[in-house]
């Protein structure tokens, strides 16, 4: 949803023409009159650090954030692997798992 990443306050969930309106607040999506959740707007980057806390190896938590999302959207000959011919769509964290930097198809789109 759009609300991934953004700041704290009101976002649309869906289209915009036709979306649902929700509030975020504390990382959470919720509908507007308080009434149930809408959804995550969590990032990538978060979710990593959340399943390494959690327990799960780097190395797992790094290939549920990259190999498994390629193959549900059916663009694993291209992203989630690192080797020859693939698209180098790479993220390099630092040992807080914070972003640092960011490559798209091999050029610097963030950080360097």
Do not use: Q, Y
């Amino acid at each position: 949803m759009r609300g991934a990443g953004m700041p704290e306050g009101r976002s649309v969930l869906g289209s915009l023409r036709n979306g649902r309106e929700v509030v975020v607040e504390g990382g959470v999506a919720r509908l507007p009159d308080g009434s149930g959740f809408a959804g995550s707007v969590c990032t990538m980057d978060r979710a990593v650090r959340t399943a390494v806390a959690a327990g799960i190896p780097l190395e797992d938590a790094l290939r549920m954030a990259s190999e498994t999302p390629s193959k549900i959207l059916g663009t694993s000959h291209r992203r989630g692997s690192v080797i020859p011919g693939m698209d180098a769509d790479l993220v390099r964290f630092d040992s807080s798992l914070n972003v640092r930097m960011t490559l798209v198809g091999g050029e610097i789109v963030f950080g360097g």
